[in-house]
């Protein structure tokens, strides 16, 4: 079983919206914080969002703060990223982590399989 079920992932055209969804199979209260990151080739894995479980405290990379937004299911395990307004820049594979620890992206305790975005013009 996959410890974080990730979901969401598609292709979209340019200006469209996607959700993504990353489901733990433990109590999600017990990842500390969790995250998205993006990875696009022949560049290293990049954080764009983290929530802290408990609090629902938020952080954004500057590059994608006010298109995409965070939020939390907890009674669902469930993390969510929504993404607005997308651009083919935006394309990659996301990939969903957690036991972050809260206010830094690195290091990250456990990866999702990632889910591929593709933005068309």
């Known amino acids: 079983q996959e410890d974080l079920l990730e979901s969401g992932g598609g292709s979209v055209q340019a200006g469209g919206s996607l959700i993504l969804s990353c489901t733990t199979s433990?109590?999600?209260?017990?990842?500390?914080?969790m995250g998205w990151f993006r990875q696009v080739p022949a560049r290293a894995r990049e954080g764009v969002a983290r929530?802290?479980?408990?609090?629902?405290?938020?952080d954004y990379a500057d590059a994608f703060r006010g298109r995409f937004t965070i939020s939390r299911q907890n009674p669902k395990n469930t993390i969510y990223l929504k993404l607005d307004n997308l651009t083919p820049d935006d394309s990659g594979t996301y990939y969903c982590?957690?036991?972050?620890?809260?206010?830094?992206?690195?290091?990250?305790?456990?990866w999702g399989q990632g889910v591929r975005v593709t933005v068309s013009s």
């Open positions: 982590a957690a036991d972050l620890t809260c206010g830094q992206w690195y290091p990250v305790g456990r």
């Open positions: 433990q109590d999600i209260y017990r990842r500390n914080c």
């Open positions: 929530i802290h479980t408990r609090t629902g405290g938020t």
